[in-house]
């Protein structure tokens, strides 16, 4: 067989696995990129995952998403990723059962089976580059879990040995062999393993995106690279990063990936001339390549920095300095103005997705600019991520500005819409449908509204008693109910 399994021949599902379409998986690539970036990390995985349905070649797609997904799990835990991500895998064939996998092990990255799991979906997706990329990680899994059986690193031999990757099938070999020095038909196996593996020079021949990292052998180097991959970086690895990126773009200043890397090590290290090159980077790319991605970064740089000095100006005034307190709506309401103009860039670059409208007009809702808010909600409410919070948002804009029938009726959807009418969401929903309710029902003089009104006030104070004021709503609910039954 091929040493790449990536030929012409048809998988035992029927699929074409050459059959990939680059140009659609690079939309989806750049734009997760640019989300990643943000740090809205379920997003960026959902877009790798995307991406990858369309080109599971990719390695790098594959390295970014891992990032992504070790990036979501710091910071959340105990919850994992949105409904709409987990969909995100459901390619067909051993594709959709790759990318599930993928998803899986990258959620835990730490789990063995999972790894082996997910190399071994790798090569019957005859990926070979994702697949030599996950049997290595794989093979660290392996070696750092100290309960696990045999059977975890026979698989991943087999599945090495399916696609050539004789150095890695021989390391997996011994570790199976550690684990039962008593299989002799095994320790054969890896006898004759380990010869291939001699006869071939240590692996793959320079095929695909990487030539299988080309066998790297400069240590220092591979070790300058897994840091550049980990989230956390001590002071000395950010500056030996960014002088490796500076020089690399200094070689070659039109290269996209090298005006990516030059920026991210930059921001990375964080000093003020550095966000101010990043920024300046990110233009002169975008304006030299039109990819707005730059752009978007670019904007994500200033609103960084307006970011900080907006928290230092709140921090200093909810200290007591007078002056800062002065400052500070005028400072807020610039971040907001700045906020807005981003937003509506990326609403015009990314026209069909949500995401862009659901943030620009969430910003038009915090600004009490609700006639420009309605819109762009009713439009991002059509995607189910976004669907709950935006009928909210639509709701309370329709009766801030005097239609109380139709906050009514999109506050009463967003409720159906939201699994969980108890949490902070759920709470809000049910206090901005008491509100609507309770001003239809004193305008009206409706006995029907302001009943609802009180039991749902009554619901909220039962839950939460101290929740916003929903003592004197509950308060003021009883009393039109009983002003209207005497009426």
């Known amino acids: 067989m091929a040493l790449f399994g990536k030929g012409n021949k048809k998988n035992d599902e029927g699929e074409a696995p050459d059959g990939w379409q680059p140009d659609k998986a690079r939309t989806f690539f750049e734009h997760a990129r640019a989300t990643q970036d943000t740090g809205n990390y379920d997003y960026a995985m959902q877009l790798w995952l995307r991406g990858m349905a369309f080109d599971g070649t990719s390695v790098t797609a594959l390295e970014h998403f891992t990032t992504a997904a070790l990036s979501f799990t710091a910071e959340n835990p105990k919850k994992g990723p949105s409904k709409e991500t987990k969909q995100a895998t459901a390619a067909k064939g051993n594709v959709g059962k790759y990318l599930d996998a993928v998803l899986a092990w990258a959620l835990k990255p730490a789990d063995a089976l999972l790894a082996v799991r997910a190399a071994e979906a790798a090569t019957l997706a005859e990926l070979g580059e994702p697949a030599y990329w996950l049997g290595e990680r794989a093979l660290r899994a392996i070696a750092n879990d100290p309960k696990l059986k045999k059977d975890a690193p026979v698989k991943l031999l087999n599945a090495m040995s399916s696609i050539g990757a004789h150095d890695l099938a021989v390391r997996a070999g011994e570790a199976a062999i550690r684990l039962d020095p008593?299989?002799?038909?095994?320790?054969?196996?890896?006898?004759?393993?380990?010869?291939?593996?001699?006869?071939?020079?240590?692996?793959?021949?320079?095929?695909?995106?990487?030539?299988?990292?080309?066998?790297?052998?400069?240590?220092?180097?591979?070790?300058?690279?897994?840091?550049?991959?980990?989230?956390?970086?001590?002071?000395?690895?950010?500056?030996?990063?960014?002088?490796?990126?500076?020089?690399?773009?200094?070689?070659?200043?039109?290269?996209?990936?090298?005006?990516?890397?030059?920026?991210?090590?930059?921001?990375?290290?964080?000093?003020?001339?550095?966000?101010?090159?990043?920024?300046?980077?990110?233009?002169?790319?975008?304006?030299?390549?039109?990819?707005?991605?730059?752009?978007?970064?670019?904007?994500?740089?200033?609103?960084?920095?307006?970011?900080?000095?907006?928290?230092?100006?709140?921090?200093?005034?909810?200290?007591?300095?007078?002056?800062?307190?002065?400052?500070?709506?005028?400072?807020?309401?610039?971040?907001?103005?700045?906020?807005?103009?981003?937003?509506?860039?990326?609403?015009?670059?990314?026209?069909?997705?949500?995401?862009?409208?659901?943030?620009?007009?969430?910003?038009?809702?915090?600004?009490?600019?609700?006639?420009?808010?309605?819109?762009?909600?009713?439009?991002?409410?059509?995607?189910?991520?976004?669907?709950?919070?935006?009928?909210?948002?639509?709701?309370?804009?329709?009766?801030?500005?005097?239609?109380?029938?139709?906050?009514?009726?999109?506050?009463?959807?967003?409720?159906?819409?939201?699994?969980?009418?108890?949490?902070?969401?759920?709470?809000?929903?049910?206090?901005?449908?008491?509100?609507?309710?309770?001003?239809?029902?004193?305008?009206?003089?409706?006995?029907?509204?302001?009943?609802?009104?009180?039991?749902?006030?009554?619901?909220i104070a039962m839950q939460q008693f101290d929740y916003a004021d929903i003592q004197q709503r509950y308060t003021d609910a009883k009393a039109l109910v009983t002003r209207l039954k005497a009426s």
């Open 182 to 459: 008593s299989d002799g038909k095994l320790a054969a196996e890896v006898r004759n393993l380990s010869a291939q593996a001699t006869m071939s020079s240590g692996g793959f021949e320079e095929r695909g995106e990487g030539g299988f990292r080309r066998n790297v052998k400069d240590a220092d180097k591979q070790a300058l690279l897994e840091a550049g991959d980990a989230i956390s970086k001590t002071d000395e690895t950010k500056e030996k990063l960014l002088e490796v990126a500076k020089a690399d773009y200094e070689s070659r200043p039109d290269d996209i990936p090298a005006t990516k890397t030059l920026i991210k090590r930059l921001l990375e290290r964080g000093r003020p001339d550095d966000e101010r090159l990043a920024y300046k980077l990110a233009m002169k790319a975008f304006e030299r390549h039109s990819q707005f991605t730059f752009r978007q970064q670019a904007g994500e740089i200033q609103l960084r920095v307006a970011r900080r000095q907006l928290v230092t100006i709140r921090q200093k005034a909810e200290a007591g300095d007078a002056d800062a307190k002065n400052k500070l709506p005028k400072a807020e309401a610039k971040f907001r103005d700045l906020e807005i103009q981003e937003y509506k860039a990326r609403v015009d670059a990314f026209p069909t997705d949500s995401g862009p409208k659901y943030e620009l007009a969430r910003r038009y809702y915090e600004a009490e600019d609700y006639n420009l808010a309605i819109p762009l909600l009713q439009k991002s409410q059509a995607d189910n991520k976004y669907r709950a919070r935006s009928l909210s948002m639509l709701g309370e804009s329709f009766g801030k500005i005097g239609l109380v029938d139709p906050a009514i009726d999109t506050l009463r959807q967003a409720l159906a819409s939201h699994t969980d009418d108890r949490d902070e969401l759920g709470l809000k929903l049910r206090y901005a449908l008491m509100d609507a309710l309770f001003r239809k029902a004193d305008s009206e003089s409706s006995l029907e509204e302001a009943q609802e009104a009180e039991r749902i006030a009554s619901g």
